[in-house]
Structure formats: structure tokens, C-alpha cells
């Protein structure tokens, strides 16, 4: 006998507590065999130790034994047999894991010699728990006889929920190292995890985002993804089932292990058993548990990255990884279309699939972070490796060999829309992870956060009707169970609310999507000048050459995710915007280049959105709140170190006129929320001397090129400025008038005798009317402001006074004074001027200094004369009164100055009236019949008219009036004949009457 083979006999018979010597040994070999063993007398040999070659025999007899208690002896001299002895458990997988513990725990204390033996016990064991893994009927016999036994993956999987350690190096991670050398086939090693694998499942799905339990059995599966693709692509494969039906009713891909894990969520999705993280109290505020939940955020979605980045280390579980997240977009493409959840009861919970998306964008932002910007702004320029053709590929029958896993964009919307004579960009033969990580992450986002923030913002405002409500059904002393209704209504909505806005603003989300977008700006920037991604390039503005094909494959779903963001960091975390607006100046980059420029974004709508961006990132403070969230300005100035403010300048000028016409059946009621922003937006730039510039600049291009083909952009603009102002003034007149209708009629006891169904549909009504009333006299007051502060340029006041516009505009300040000021000023007073946000002090103080800033040009004080409809002698007298009144000293004696400038021209008018009272029908304009001044003839239908008003009608109309022929002004000709005639036939009048 050896002193080697000693060793290994009391090595084995410490990790597996087996002998073949039932004698005690002295105190000088306790340590060398453990206390108790269970005696194998079917292996006994003369030198009484365990023979290496009969072990995986002898371990397999051990495992069938049904009376280990009659076989258990005591080692150790002296000692007692314990209650309960590891030797005894009589569970094979219990048994085999404490021996595989056992075996690791030997393997770092003996010394070189043994370590052959550790090995083999160790395959040995690891075969054993495959066999019966693969084959647990092997084990009939035992559990016939010990029927207590639970069954062995069950067993097994109690085992593991109970190790706390999943660790490198952990029980657990070594086991799983070894089965995944030991395995042969993917089929193998499913068939030995299946059940396993199912009572995984349901213990995901029976666990919410807040359970320790979850977080480890995210630990258990990326312990088994890490250890070899095989085990990685059967947690991929494996689809759980129940007896359910609305879960049979749900596709495969959320029937995956990962799509049970990314369903969890603190967002309110509806499920009666949900925890519910916010405590929420109709009568007090709510509690702030706001910590509480990104911390079990962050903590899942830590877990979750770790499992994902398990996924993408192998080879073919990243194949599968990713053909799942394509196939789970593609089944729920309808998640993107808004009418899904503008028609879901944004009061009673989220939809599901709002949490899928939201958490795996979540996730798979962090598998981007590697390209994005850094946060120090140091440089990264893996982002270009971005290849922007991937979404066109993904409609190609070979998408999948050429490395594209993402299914069905190719059907999207893009930034510039294709045409027939367009060819599509030319595809590239294979796409990288970057690329897919890239668009991947954005269409998660886009199907997780677009259509949820159209539920929370509609929520939002109607919170506020809740509460409402529940005080006036206090107040109206409603029965108590309609009360209780409202309450709970209420109750509802803000667990809702607060759980959207705790999940939304949970700051590892806000910082890794600061950087994605940061890092979307500055791709957009590089794709909308150059294809070239070899080397990041300086953006010249402005852009003039073609743009490059790259924007017609590119998604808008990527602009409107950065526009989503941007805004809801406005909205409820303008610190974190603040942060993003400091970070660099690619955004601003990015608005310059896409907001007023059709070529390079072709969705009217998309850029009207970049418009509110644009105001979002500026320090601008509203004086009126038009929604119900918070306006925290940004504290710093954007535009301060950028160094292109004029053609930023034009592009808001660009768009105000272009969103004229959306080609949206409601393109009327939308054009005055689309200007809304521009207004500020202007303002604040008209602030800058470049920004003033630009407008001096492009007025002074209008009135050159005010005859041109295509009509000049501050001509444009100007015309629909005043379309603006007249029909923004008069809805608020109307609305004044019928609310001051109403308020008689209340006043009156009309309202009293209604009946209770009545009364409330007259309240509702009224409510409305005010709303709506207390929009249009926010816009008029706007447009007022704007029209005041620009017309103190004279080159604007130039463009402002030309033919074409003068007589609109003269028309248009009449009309405002005329109800402000004269007798119809009384139809507007309603009680309470500031619950309609009307300011008529402001309104009339605002007014006249655009008349004082006009004043100075007669053909404005004419045209001031001339105006039919609204002047009249009595027209300033009344504004000076007014004014006066509002102590608006300093503009009374402009205003008497243009008073008795219009009176002259009144007068001078007269005259000339009289003298052309008889004058030819040819002399009239056929549209005003006004004397014509500058006559001109219309080439298609050979009508002439005065060049003023075919100019004035080409601003809206490309057409002859006539015949609706296309027109423009360099088409039409001076009628020389006629002006002849009007001349000579004036100087025989005037010779006549000498």
C-alpha cells in the first residue's frame, strides 16, 4: 500500500462520503476521511480503499441505495453519529451537488499530485448528474420506494434557488461550465434543461420587478448563458406554456424566457395583483416613492444588460438573440400606430407592450453606450460605422445572410421621401452590430415611449378634470357612491401617472438616452450632408449642395424619438435638458438643417416638432401657460456661441410658411399650434443683431424680388402673418360675444331653471368657449407683439408698406382698432378679462405702435384712408381717448399725426372721386373696382387689372382668377395703352374744368 494511493482513497472519500473501511481511524487521521460515511461492503478489496477505476460505479450504486441509514458508519475514534449527516441525503441531485461543492472546495487545497483525481472525480459526478438530467427514469426504482423525493429538476432547481452565489467561480457557474463541456448537441442539452427551464418560467412570471428572487433568477440564466452558447441558445429556444387563454393567445416571441423578463415593470399595466409603488390618497398628495422605484429599475435592467450581453458573446445564441427582438418588433409593429393608444383608456393603466418596449430600449441602449458620445465630450467616432441603408435591407429576402435580423422597416416613413425617379441607395453586402444595435434601440424606444407619452400627456391634463370633478360633486353634495366612483377614478389615474413618470424619469435612463441622442444628432448632422462616413466631417452652414441619398432610408422614427425625449425632459426634467443643450451644439446643428429645409426633411409636421425643440433649448419664459406642465426655463443661451443665428432665423421664417400646407386633412386647425413656438422663437431671436439681421436682410430680398416667379420668403411670410392675425382676432371676438351671451343668461337665472342635465351641459359648454377664447387671444396677442417689435426696422417697414401688402395691412389695424376702441368694444366685455386672456390695454397699446411705426409713409397713411370697411373719422379720436386713458401717453401724438395724414388723403380722395366719377368702366379694377394705378394684363384670359391686387392674389394663388390658369407676376404686362388712355382722358378733365 502507497502513501499515494492512501491520499487518493481518503480524497475520494471526503467528496463523495463513501468507504470500503468501516474501521475508525486515530486522531492523527480525522482530518484525512470525513466523520460519517455511508460503507460500500459491495466494494470491499484487501487494502480497504477506494479504487479509482470502480468510482463512477460505485457513485451510481450510492445514488440507488433506499437504506443509506443501515450503511452509515462513523470514521473518527471517539465520536458520535450527528442528527443529520450530508452523507445521508438520499436525493440524487442533492446528493451529487454537495459532492460536486465538496470537490471544488478539495481542488484548491491539495497539492499537484492529486489534482488527476480531483478531475476525475469531477467527471464523474458531472456525468452522472447528465445521465440523470437526460434520463431520470433511471431513478424509477428509488422514488418507488421513497416516494417523498421530489422530483429531479425540481430538486435541482430548489437547490439552485436557494445558492445565493452566482458568482465566477460559484458552484452553480463551474457546474454549468462543465455540463457545457460535457454536452454534445443543442438538442441534448435542451431535453436535460427543459423542465428546468418551465419552472424558471413560472417562477418569472409569478415575480414582479421588486422581488430579490427575479433579480436572481436573472443571475441563474446569465450564468448559464455565459457558460456556452449551447445553454445560451436553449434559454432562447425554450417557449413557455400554460393552461391560460389569454396567454395561448399571445405570439411566441413573448412567450420567451427574455419576454417574461422584460414584461416586468413598475409602470401600471392594469393586472389587479400588481404591487402598487406609489400610495395614493384623493385627499392629501402623494407619496414620493420615486427612489424606491428606479432603484428596482435600474437594478432589473443592470441584470437584464448583463443577461443580453450573455446572449450577444456567442456566435449562434446572438443569431437567436437577435432574430427573436426582430420577430417581437414585427408582431407588434401596431404598437407605433398612434391611434392605438389614442384610443386606449389612458385613465385606467399602460399597455404591456409600453413596458416591453420601454425596458429592452432600455437594455439595448447600454449595449450602445460603447458608440455613443462620450460625457466628457471627448471624441468617439465609432458611431460611424453606422451604416443608414440597414432599414432598406431589412425588406430583402437575403436580409438574414447579409447580417439584418430586423424585419419590415424598409416600409417606413423616411426622413426625405423616396419618388419614382429617385433610385433607392445602394445596399451594402453585410451589416455590423453597431448598425443593428443602433436602429434596434431606437425602434424599441419608438414602440416603448412614443405612443406612452401620448397616453401620459392626455392623462396629465385630464388629472385635473378628476379633481374637478370630485369637488364639485363635493360641493353639489352628489350621493356618496357617485363620489366614491369619482375617487377612485382618480385614485387610479394618478397611480398611473406616477408610475409613468417615475419609470420615465429614472436617471441611468435619462443619461444613457442623453448620450444616444447626442450621439443620433451628430449622425443625422454628418448624413445630411455627406455619405462619407469614413472620417467625421465639420457641418458648412448652411447646406447647399443636393442631399445626400443616405436621408431618403433613414427612419423618422429617429427624429421623433429624439423630439420625444427632448421634450419630456422639458417638461418634467429640464435640469437633465439643460445637461444635453450644455453637452455640444449638434442640436442646434441638427434644427438649422432639417426645420426649415423641405429637401433635406420632407414631414411638414416632423419639422413643426423641431420648432418646439427649438424653443424647448432656448431661455425663453412664456407669459401663458398653454398646457398644464411645467415651464422651467433653460437657464443658459444656446445660440450664444453658435455661429449660424441668420440661417437659423430664415429656416423659422421658411417654416411658418411651408406648414400653410401639410397636405393633412386638418391642416387648418394644426398650422396655429405648429406657429405657436415660432412666435417665442422669433421674439428671441429678434433679440440678437444677427437674428435681426437675417429679418432686415430678407426683407430687403422680398422687395427686390417681389415680382419674381416663386414669390419671395418674407413676402410669404407676411401674407400668411396677416391671414394669421385676422382670423386668430375674430374667432376671439366671436367667443368674447358669446360668452359675454352666456354670462347674461346665467346672470339672468336662464341657467336656474334648467334642468340638472341641462345646467351641466351649459357648464361644459361655457368652459370650452372660454378655453377656446383664451387660445385665440393668446395668439392675437402674439401676433400683435411680433408685428409691433418687427415693424421698428425700416427695411421691414419698407416690405411692410410696398403695394402689394399696404392696403391689407392698413385694413387689418382698422378692423382690430374698430372693435377695441369703438362702440363694438362693448360686446366684448366679459367679466373676467384675464380668465380669457384678453388684454385689450396691451391689444390697443400694441396696435398703435405699429401704426407710429408706419406712420411715417404715406402710402400707409392712404391706404389707412382708403380702407372701406373699418376706417372712419371718428376712428382715431376713439384710440386717442383710449389711450389716454390707459396712460399711454407717448403715443398720442403719432397717433394724431397719421389721424390728420388719413383726413387729407380722405379729403384728396373726395376729389378725385369726383373727377373720375364718370371715367370709363376700363379704368376699374374688376376684382377691388378701385381706379386702377398700375394697370396690368393677365396673359391667359387677357383681363387687366391693377398690378397690386393680381400680386396680392399670387400670394395665395398661383392661378389667373379669370380662368384658374397658372400664373405668376413675371408673366403678367403692363397695359401701356390703357395707362395712356387713363392719362390722357385725366388731362382733358382737368382742362375742361378750368
Known sequence: MTHTSVQVSDLLERIFLLSVDSDVVGVERKNAVPLC????????????????????????????????????????????????????????????????????????????????????????????????????????????????????????????????????????????????????????????????????????????????????????????????????????????????????????????????????????????????????????????????????????????????????????????????????????????????????????????????????????????????????????????????????????DDARSRGVHMQGLDKETCVVSSSEEKHSPELSDSYNFITECFFLTHRALYLGMHGLLVKFYRLSRDLNQLQSMYRDAMNGMTDQNAIEVIKTRFERAMTVYLSTKGTLTEPAFLSNFTLFQLTTARYMNQMAYTMDRSKVVEIPLPLKETPPESLRSLPEFMVENLVDFLLFLKRFVPASLENFVRSSSYLLVLISIFMGHSTRMSNPHLRASLAEVLEAILPIKDDVQMDDFEDDMISINAIEGFSNVGDLTESVFQLFVDIEFTGDPHQFEQKFNYRRPLYSILKFLWGDQRGRDAVKRLSLASIQDIEAASPPLMLRFINLFLNDAVFLLDEAIDHLTKIKSEEKDRDEGKWAALSAQEKAEKEKGYKQMVMICRYHNVMSNKTVETFAYMSTEKEVTELLCHSVLVNRIAGMLNYFLEHLVGPKMGALKVQDFSHCEFKPKELVRGICRIYTNLGGNGDFCRAVSQDGRSYSRQLFSQTIRVLQKINCFDLIDNIQKISDEALK?????????????????????????????????????????????????????????????????????????????????????KNSNL
Open 37 to 396: 460515511c455511508t460503507f460500500m461492503a459491495e466494494f470491499l478489496n484487501p487494502k480497504s480503499l477506494i479504487q479509482t477505476e470502480e468510482l463512477e460505479r460505485m457513485v451510481f450504486d450510492r445514488l440507488m441505495l433506499t437504506d443509506l441509514e443501515a450503511r452509515l458508519v462513523i470514521r473518527h475514534a471517539g465520536k458520535a453519529l450527528p442528527r443529520s449527516d450530508e452523507s445521508l441525503d438520499q436525493h440524487p441531485i442533492t446528493y451529487l451537488w454537495a459532492c460536486y461543492e465538496r470537490m471544488l472546495y478539495e481542488n484548491h487545497r491539495v497539492d499537484a499530485s492529486l489534482r488527476q483525481t480531483v478531475t476525475d472525480a469531477r467527471k464523474v459526478i458531472v456525468q452522472n448528474i447528465s445521465n440523470i438530467l437526460l434520463n431520470p427514469e433511471i431513478t424509477s426504482g428509488l422514488f418507488e420506494v421513497i416516494r417523498e423525493l421530489a422530483p429531479i429538476h425540481g430538486q435541482l432547481f430548489s437547490i439552485v434557488d436557494q445558492s445565493n452565489d452566482f458568482t465566477k467561480g460559484s458552484s452553480f457557474h463551474c457546474l454549468m461550465l462543465d455540463f457545457a463541456n460535457n454536452l454534445q448537441t443543442k438538442e441534448e442539452a435542451y431535453q436535460m434543461f427543459k423542465p428546468f427551464f418551465e419552472k424558471l418560467s413560472v417562477c418569472i412570471s409569478e415575480s414582479s420587478i421588486e422581488d430579490l428572487q427575479l433579480q436572481k433568477y436573472i443571475g441563474i440564466l446569465s450564468v448559464m448563458a455565459s457558460s456556452c452558447d449551447t445553454f445560451a441558445s436553449c434559454i432562447l429556444l425554450h417557449i413557455h406554456t400554460t393552461n391560460k387563454i389569454m396567454d395561448n393567445l399571445r405570439t411566441n416571441s413573448m412567450k420567451t424566457i427574455p419576454a417574461l423578463l422584460i414584461e416586468k415593470t413598475c409602470l401600471f399595466v392594469g393586472n389587479t395583483d400588481q404591487h402598487q409603488f406609489y400610495d395614493i390618497s384623493m385627499g392629501g398628495r402623494p407619496t414620493n416613492d420615486d427612489d424606491k422605484v428606479h432603484h428596482y429599475i435600474d437594478t432589473f435592467q443592470t441584470n437584464m444588460f448583463e443577461l443580453f450581453r450573455s446572449f450577444l458573446r456567442k456566435p449562434e445564441s446572438k443569431n437567436m438573440f437577435l432574430t427573436w427582438i426582430g420577430s417581437l418588433m414585427k408582431e407588434h409593429a401596431y404598437a407605433a400606430k398612434l391611434w392605438t393608444h389614442e384610443q386606449a383608456n389612458h385613465l385606467s393603466s399602460v399597455f404591456p407592450t409600453d413596458a416591453v418596449f420601454l425596458n429592452l430600449a432600455s437594455i439595448l441602449v447600454r449595449l450602445s453606450l460603447p458608440f455613443c458620445v462620450r460625457k466628457d465630450g471627448g471624441s468617439n467616432e465609432k458611431w460611424l460605422k453606422i451604416d443608414p441603408t440597414y432599414c432598406l435591407a431589412t425588406g430583402l
Open 905 to 989: 388723403y380722405v379729403d384728396e380722395e373726395a376729389v378725385e372721386e369726383e373727377m373720375f366719377e364718370d371715367a370709363p368702366g376700363d379704368f376699374f379694377d374688376p376684382i377691388t373696382s378701385t381706379l386702377m394705378r398700375d394697370p396690368v394684363v393677365l396673359p391667359s384670359s387677357k383681363v387687366t387689372v391693377d398690378r397690386s391686387t393680381i400680386a396680392r392674389h399670387l400670394l395665395s394663388d398661383h392661378t389667373d382668377p379669370f380662368n384658374r390658369s397658372p400664373l405668376t407676376m413675371e408673366q403678367v404686362t403692363s397695359n401701356t395703352d390703357l395707362l395712356t388712355q387713363m392719362e390722357e382722358w385725366l388731362n382733358e378733365k
